[in-house]
């Protein structure tokens, strides 16, 4: 299996970022800062599963019509591969999905 390069720009972190970060301000009896922290890292090493398992799709974003879309546990991803080396250009969360 080819090994890849991963690039996450940084507003697919960003989005990861502040959708935990809303949870986190909107439910704080229940949910902790540590909670946030531990499904933000989860999230974002999730991103690494691209390479194996999901599976190049058409977007059914229509701001990301130039890319592929990948599923990975409740977030979506828009990625294009170069040679070897996988981007990441946005994400979402499955809460979140629009247009």
Known sequence: MMQYNYTIKPLAVRKVRSFYKNVYHKYPNT??????????????????????????????????KNWNMAHVGNWYYAY???GQTITIHDACHAQNMYG
């Not at 599963?49 to 990301?64: G, H, N, V």
């Open 80 to 82: 294009s591969i170069e």
């Open 31 to 64: 949910y902790s800062y540590y909670d946030m922290l531990r499904y933000i890292n989860n999230t974002v090493d999730s991103i690494y599963c691209i390479e194996q398992t999901a599976l190049r799709r058409k977007p059914t974003i229509e701001r990301w």
